[in-house]
């Protein structure tokens, strides 16, 4: 049974102040109708596109598809209409299943019972169609439903994706502070890197940059290590089509990235644990990891990109912040000039203690944590001199 015939509308979730870059990627898939949204972008595609979202997009956490829009001024009003729905056209009665509610200015203040009626709703319907009940599982269900309410207007919608699309499936040991996988494609797309310059994270941590980079330069799919999306789970699921896009986009795989990538830590568990990440994605070969101290060792390349995110006290204990990161700007001016450095923190002060000026100031949140993107071009002598010499 089909219920997303031609085109529909999608919702795709991301990070605060990434929307831009998400965008980008969603046109270049073939998205019709972008508008940005707070954390999001919404657009209009079909079948194909929300499965080539799924397995193409590295900046997403999760496609959501609307599936009602309706008025709900009480509880009863949201169980008549969400009842309303034709669940058996969507979901198997074997099938688990999990609500989501949100609220925001509704007369429905409370999300756990705009779940719980929605879910009462669902498991009525199929009751009295069935004389059964699906079961409901809130860790790992087969058919996960969102449902919003803002203003009494409520948007019953269908997660695709399942669990977070950060979630790869490449990161297999477990590691202090790891960066989000979604937050660094995205720092890596904000950077302008064209993937033919050379790229060094000389902070690697658990390599989560390098190893993205790589993704990136050698064009792999997101999602060519997961192994299901809940769209999957769908009674209208075409695995034909999902066969034909992956095999499509796996046919455009570079054997090798057209630049080199490197990633260097001094903590050499640190270093172990890279390196585990870039032999589950198959990429360790393409990928130089090296357990080195950044004030110690000469630049590895001529010229090229520095993205690292380097530790800022919230996480990961600094004795004295202001002076590390002062000695991060000091190798910098000394060892790399003809680089542009990018570097993701959220310590603003430490950042100004760099040393240097920023060309570029991007605002972005970790988590909770209130951080800035910032780049810094290194070169000899004085900007003016440089200016000169252009």
Known sequence: MNFLNGNFTIISKTLTG???????????????????????????????????????????LRFIVPIAVFTAKDENELYSRVKRISWENIMKLNQTFAVDGITSSSNLKHSKYIALKSKDAIVDRFREKTGKRPSVDTDNPKIRINIRMHQ??????????????????????????????????????????????????????????????????????????????????????????????????????????????MG????????????????????RKHIELTEADFFAVPSPF???????????????????????????????KAKYTGYAAWIFSGDLEALKNLGLKATKKIPLLNGQIECKFQKFEIYSGSKKEKNQQN
Request: glycine share 8%; hydrophobic share 35%.
């Open 302 to 332: 001529d010229s090229g990109y520095i993205i690292t995110n380097p530790p800022y006290g919230e996480r990961i204990p600094l004795e004295n912040s202001i002076k590390f990161y002062k000695s991060i700007g000091d190798t910098l």
């Open 152 to 261: 009494n207007q409520c948007t019953v919608s269908l997660d695709s994706s399942g669990d977070s699309l950060h979630l790869r499936g490449y990161r297999v040991r477990s590691s202090p502070a790891p960066l989000n996988e979604v937050l660094a494609a995205g720092i890596i797309g904000l950077s302008g890197w064209d993937m033919t310059e050379s790229l060094f994270d000389p902070m690697c941590g658990s390599g989560t940059i390098p190893v993205e980079a790589c993704l990136m330069a050698m064009r792999i799919p997101p999602g060519k290590y997961r192994r299901d999306f809940s769209f999957m789970n769908w009674m209208d699921y075409d695995k034909h089509l999902w066969e034909d896009i992956t095999r499509f986009y796996d046919e455009q795989i570079l054997t090798s990235p057209p630049c080199k990538i």
């Open 264 to 283: 260097s830590d001094k903590n050499p568990r640190m270093v172990s644990i890279a390196k585990t990440h870039a032999s589950s994605t198959g990429l």
């Open 18 to 60: 990434l929307e831009e870059v998400l965008r980008d990627e969603l046109l270049l898939l073939g998205a019709n109708n972008t508008k940005i949204l707070k954390r999001g972008v919404e657009f209009e595609g079909d079948k194909r596109l929300l499965y080539t979202c799924n397995y193409m997009c590295r900046t997403a």
